[in-house]
């Protein structure tokens, strides 16, 4: 029985040679090497993003999936590195993308119509090779769509950026792409965060609407506290340490002329968990020169 | 001092079969005149061995059946004339141009490039052949004597001083291109070679001949002598093709696109040049059947054009004929010609190859042709307008962008790898923060909702079937412009939704019930009506 095991092994091998080499050889892929998705509590939590693998972001609607993704592509784009969006549902914002710091210039913007054109696109670019960063951004598609993507969908896209230095990433509302995926994370929106009302205290969450007196002129969204959970990961950072298995949580978005609370206002940090504050995106907008905006 | 005389025999049989890659080495007569009466005009010598005579009829050049017959195309003849210009000059820039068949290489200098005088020699045959010309090459001192071999003996012909006479006495009389009238005198004295034209003596030819009699003679000895006349090197880089049949299909097209391309790109490759656009010309068939169709639609009584004409502008310039057929195939198939195509034109517009020399630590990028035809390939899925770099308009209207195309950062620093620093890109980089902005998402176009009002202020929202209480507003934010052409006015609000227990997945909100969201809504004062402009995420 084992000589004909090896038998059978030496056939492959030589079958195979010139083509592949050692087949039956292990290779360690667990060390990658993992570039930073520009929010620090992330990376911390799951050593960085990985590149020449596919990582999965998934969660409902106004979870924080897009935080995530402008974030890694203002990182990704100050690296001077060529990134890539496919955007299936055509639901990008440039000018709040601008705001969070992404060199649009930088950027290679694919709109389609639909899950079908998003994959046929995604394939092109990762085919086509030297992108730094490309997501699919599938967070419009309903899930019950991408559910039907056959699993060597994802297999294919997981083989195609290996041995690259690519950073996949995927945007979704479920997770779809299952063990092809080297790292999954899970988003969730804890909370959002007004600003003051009139009468309130900083910070303190603004009277229901139909309590009188409310000036909603003066209440302002500064932003969302979000929660990022590592649901799955075969990786191991080569060049950034991981915290912890547990969620951690972010805050992001807007914060109004008065100072951002920071980490003490809404959070506390731990080995697990850690939050921490961002500035209004209109903000640091209006603080631009003026001869800044008219170029 | 050395001279390299380059000579296309059966030059208009060669320009054809040069289009034509399947006719290499078949029996080839061309045809000229006007119809009904074409001839034979020229004839390979694969023909003329089969019986094919010059000024035979084309139904008489039919019955053999062996043998290939095309019309005769100037078109051709003029772009293999241009592509053998090309090949001279691709070894020096002296070069003179004698005859459609046939140029004069000057060879001086060049034996530190290439070596000695039979290996340049060797070269140029070497290019000559892909350039798809079959040439003799003979290199001489003197400029007529190169001219002469080059006529009269196959292959590479290197003729040592003092040897011309010897060398060219075997040749054929005809070779000097007398007029007719001294060739049927040199005939009817038995004069049928060089040799033996230089043997009488030249007094009594003079007397006999006059002073083409002796140049003549001086010719047979190899004893003319003239300077080089240079000619100046063109930019012009053109190949076209007349088609027998019309043809529809790009599959069909392809392939003679490919063709047309590769004969360019050697072009190009020989003067060490690439191409920075390609210019497509079709000349599109006039059918009648079609015209007829268009008409009978009331709202489409447009006629077909005759012309069909396209520009492949590349980013940065390439000569590498299978990924511009790859480039040329996607614009076609993006935007076909209306119309079977009878003639194609192809021209590049020349410019200086892509020199770049990428830093060790700048991070990877695609290959400029690589993404080039990636974009394509997504422009030819997506559509054109829906790829590229998006750029921010100067206004505040809501989503005022345009798509600009998207181009690497090395391209736009002058291919030396330097990131553009701007002093807007510099402001930018300055102004941005470390801490991640809030992401929002846009509905194009705006959802349509419906808001139910509480003391002026939003309290409840019904969009996609949903329905969410407003626990918290904060609004509204006017905005306004452009009255003078297409204004908006608006009145936006940010609202955290509490949706109720009742609601419904939907596409774009597919969410389990109690469940909180934060978008923007707006309200349009023109429109007189709510809208979703988008959510946070």
């Not at chain 1, 001077?80 to 440039?94: G, K, T």
């Not at chain 2, 049927?184 to 006999?208: D, H, Y």
């Not at chain 2, 019309?246 to 003067?271: H, I, K, N, P």
Request: aromatic share 6%; charged share 25%.
């Amino acid at each position: 029985m084992r000589s004909a095991l090896a038998t059978l092994r030496s056939h492959v091998e030589l079958s195979l040679a010139g083509r592949i080499v050692a087949p039956f050889g292990y290779r360690d892929r667990k060390s990658v090497e993992t570039v930073s998705s520009g929010i620090p509590e992330i990376d911390a939590l799951a050593g960085g993003l990985p590149r020449g693998a596919l990582t999965e972001i998934y969660g409902p609607a106004c979870s924080g999936r897009t935080t995530v993704l402008l974030s890694t592509l203002a990182a990704r784009t100050a690296q001077a590195e060529v990134c890539a969006l496919v955007d299936a549902r055509d639901s990008f914002d440039p000018r709040s993308a601008e705001a969070a710091g992404v060199e649009l210039q930088q950027l290679l913007w694919v709109r389609c119509r639909g899950l079908d054109q998003s994959l046929r696109a995604a394939d092109l670019l990762i085919q086509g090779g030297g992108f730094g960063f490309i997501a699919l951004d599938l967070s419009d598609i309903a899930p019950e769509t991408v559910r039907h993507v056959p699993l060597n969908a994802w297999f294919r896209f997981r083989r195609a950026v290996e041995d690259t230095s690519t950073v996949l990433l995927l945007l979704e509302q479920e997770s779809n792409a299952k063990t092809c995926a080297s790292l999954v994370l899970q988003m969730k929106r804890k909370a959002a965060r007004w600003s003051a009302t009139p009468k309130g205290a900083a910070n303190e969450r603004p009277a229901e609407i139909s309590r009188d007196p409310f000036f909603p002129h003066a209440c302002l969204l500064e932003g969302a506290d979000v929660q990022a959970e590592m649901i799955h990961t075969r990786m191991q950072s080569i060049n950034m340490p991981r915290a912890g298995k547990g969620p951690v949580s972010i805050t992001a978005g807007f914060s109004g002329s008065a100072a951002a609370g920071g980490a003490a206002d809404f959070g506390s940090n731990s080995d697990t968990a850690q939050s921490f504050s961002a500035q209004s995106i209109w903000s640091y907008l209006h603080a631009m020169p003026v001869e800044a905006k008219l170029k | 001092m050395f001279f390299a005389a380059i000579h296309i025999p059966d030059f208009i049989v060669q320009a054809v079969v040069r289009g034509e890659f399947s006719l290499h080495g078949r029996a080839v007569a061309i045809v000229e005149g006007t119809p009904p009466l074409w001839s034979v005009v020229a004839a390979n010598p694969h023909a003329l061995r089969i019986g094919i005579e010059l000024g035979m009829a084309k139904s008489q050049a039919a019955q053999f059946t062996a043998v290939e017959i095309r019309h005769r195309s100037l078109a051709q003849e003029k772009a293999a004339h241009e592509a053998l210009l090309d090949l001279g000059w691709s070894v020096s820039p002296r070069v003179e141009d004698t005859a459609a068949d046939t140029i004069v290489v000057d060879l001086v200098g060049l034996g530190a490039l290439f070596g000695p005088e039979e290996k340049i020699a060797q070269e140029l045959a070497k290019r000559s052949a892909s350039l798809g010309l079959s040439a003799r090459i003979a290199a001489a001192q003197s400029i007529e004597v190169a001219i002469l071999a080059a006529r009269g003996l196959a292959g590479v012909t290197l003729i040592a001083p003092g040897e011309e006479a010897q060398r060219l006495s075997a040749l054929p009389v005809h070779t000097l291109l007398p007029s007719p009238e001294i060739l049927e005198t040199l005939a009817r004295w038995g004069v049928e070679t060089c040799g033996a034209l230089a043997a009488l003596p030249v007094i009594q030819l003079s007397e006999r001949l006059g002073q083409e009699g002796v140049r003549l003679h001086t010719l047979a000895r190899g004893e003319f002598t003239r300077s080089l006349v240079l000619a100046r090197p063109s930019v012009y880089f053109q190949e076209e093709m007349e088609l027998d049949d019309a043809v529809e299909e790009l599959e069909s097209l392809s392939f003679l696109l490919g063709r047309l391309l590769d004969q360019l790109c050697e072009r190009l490759a020989a003067r060490s040049l690439s191409a920075r656009a390609i210019r497509m010309e079709f000349e599109l068939e006039r059918s009648f059947e079609k015209e007829l169709q268009s008409c009978a639609h009331p709202g489409q009584q447009k006629l077909i054009p005759r012309k069909f004409e396209k520009v492949l502008v590349l980013p940065v310039p390439m000569r590498d004929s299978k990924l511009l057929l790859k480039l040329v195939r996607l614009r076609l198939q993006s935007d076909p010609p209306p119309a079977a195509i009878i003639k194609m034109i192809l021209s590049a517009e020349p410019d200086r190859p892509r020199t770049t020399q990428r830093g060790l630590f700048l991070p990877a990028a695609p290959e400029p042709e690589k993404l080039e035809l990636t974009m394509a390939r997504l422009a030819n899925l997506v559509g054109d307008a829906n790829v590229g770099s998006p750029q921010l308009m100067d206004t505040h209207r809501p989503d005022a962008i345009r798509m600009e195309r998207f181009r690497l950062a090395q391209e736009i620093a002058g291919g030396r790898g330097k990131k553009s620093s701007t002093p807007t890109n510099r402001n930018r980089s300055e102004l941005r923060v470390a801490k991640p902005a809030n992401g929002f998402r846009l509905f194009r176009p705006g959802l349509p909702a419906r808001v139910e009002l509480r003391n002026g202020l939003p309290a409840r929202v019904f969009f996609q079937g949903q329905r969410g209480e407003v626990v918290a507003a904060s609004g509204p934010w006017r905005t306004s412009g452009d009255w003078w052409q297409e204004p908006w006015d608006q009145a936006e609000w940010d609202v955290e939704v509490q949706f109720s227990s009742v609601a419904q997945k939907t596409k774009l909100l597919a969410e389990p019930a109690r469940v909180r969201g934060l978008y923007l809504i707006y309200y349009d004062a023109r429109q007189l009506g709510w809208f979703l402009r988008g959510a946070y995420d």
